[in-house]
C-alpha cells in the first residue's frame, strides 16, 4: 500500500484560494442575476418615457432568478467540496485527481441559458414607436384610468399656447389662469420642459353643471396641458367629457357644455 506524503501549508492554501474563487463567481451569478432581473422594469419605464408602447419582459425575472438559484447552488457545493477537500488533506493526500464536475456543470448551465437569453432576443421584436401621422389625424382614445386625451400640435408649446389664447378670446370663453410650471421649475433651478396648463371656462355653461352635479367643481374650470415632449414635440392633454360625464353622473343634455373643450384643443393643435 502506497503511503500519502503529509499535505503542506501550501496544499492548503491553494484549497483555500480555489474556495474563495468559487464564492467570488457565486456572489458575481447572482449579483448578475438580480441585474438582470430588474432590467426588464428599466426597459419598461424607459420605453414609456420615450413615448413608445412599453412591452413585458417576464423572461427577464425568470432569467435572473435562475442566475440567483445557480449562484446559491455554487456557494453550497462550493463549501461542500472544500470540506471535503480538506479532510482528504488531513488524512495525508489529495484523491482529488479528476475534473471538477460543479466547474462542468454551472458552466454547461450558463451556456444553456445564455443561447436562451440570445435566442429570447432576436426572437422578440423591437418596441413600436408611437405613429405620430395617426396620432395627428385623430385624437388618442382616452384611457381608461384617468380619462386623459392627447393630441399631437403642429406648432411648438409656446405657438400653441397663443393659439388658444386667440381662440378662447374668440369663443368668448374666459382664460382664468395659465401656470407655466416649466418656468416655475426653472426659477427653482431645476430643468423642465416646456409645460403650460391653460384653465378657462364660461360661467353660463358651468354653472348648469354644478347644480346637476356639484361634484364637477372639482374638474372646473376646464384645463388644457400644452406640453413637449423628450423629441420636441408638442402635446395637448385634456379631461375627455366622457370621462367627466361618467365620474359625475351628469346627464347627457349637459354634455356639450364640457365637450367644448374637444373642439378648443382640436382647433389648437391645427
Aim: proline share 5%; aromatic share 8%; charged share 15%.
Amino acid at each position: 500500500m502506497t503511503e500519502r506524503l503529509p499535505s503542506s501549508p501550501s496544499d492548503y492554501l491553494a484549497a483555500e484560494r480555489t474556495f474563495l474563487a468559487w464564492i467570488r463567481t457565486a456572489l458575481a451569478l447572482m449579483g448578475f442575476g438580480f441585474v438582470v432581473a430588474r432590467f426588464g422594469l428599466f426597459l419598461q419605464s424607459f420605453e414609456a418615457g420615450q413615448g413608445a408602447f412599453p412591452r413585458t419582459y417576464g423572461p427577464s425575472l425568470w432569467f435572473g432568478t435562475g442566475l440567483i438559484a445557480i449562484g446559491v447552488f455554487v456557494n453550497l457545493a462550493c463549501a461542500w467540496n472544500h470540506l471535503r477537500l480538506v479532510r482528504e488533506l488531513n488524512r495525508g493526500g489529495s484523491g482529488f485527481n479528476r475534473l471538477s464536475s460543479l466547474a462542468m456543470t454551472v458552466a454547461g448551465v450558463l451556456a444553456v441559458m445564455g443561447l436562451a437569453m440570445a435566442i429570447y432576443l432576436v426572437l422578440v421584436p423591437q418596441p413600436g414607436r408611437v405613429n405620430l401621422e395617426q396620432s395627428e389625424a385623430k385624437p388618442m382614445t382616452a384611457k381608461q384610468d384617468n380619462g386623459i386625451v392627447t393630441i399631437a400640435s403642429q406648432q411648438s408649446v409656446d405657438q400653441t399656447v397663443k393659439k388658444l389664447e386667440a381662440i378662447l378670446e374668440t369663443k368668448g370663453v374666459k382664460l382664468f389662469a395659465m401656470v407655466d410650471h416649466s418656468g416655475e421649475a426653472e426659477k427653482a433651478g431645476m430643468h423642465m420642459r416646456p409645460t403650460k396648463l391653460l384653465i378657462f371656462g364660461n360661467p353660463k355653461a358651468g354653472t348648469p353643471l354644478m347644480l346637476a352635479s356639484p361634484s364637477i367643481a372639482i374638474d372646473l374650470p376646464l384645463k388644457a396641458l400644452v406640453w413637449e415632449d423628450a423629441e420636441g414635440k408638442a402635446w395637448i392633454s385634456y379631461n375627455a367629457a366622457s370621462y367627466l360625464q361618467a365620474r359625475h353622473s351628469l346627464p347627457q343634455d349637459l354634455l356639450q357644455n364640457i365637450a367644448v373643450v374637444e373642439t378648443l384643443a382640436a382647433k389648437a393643435a391645427e
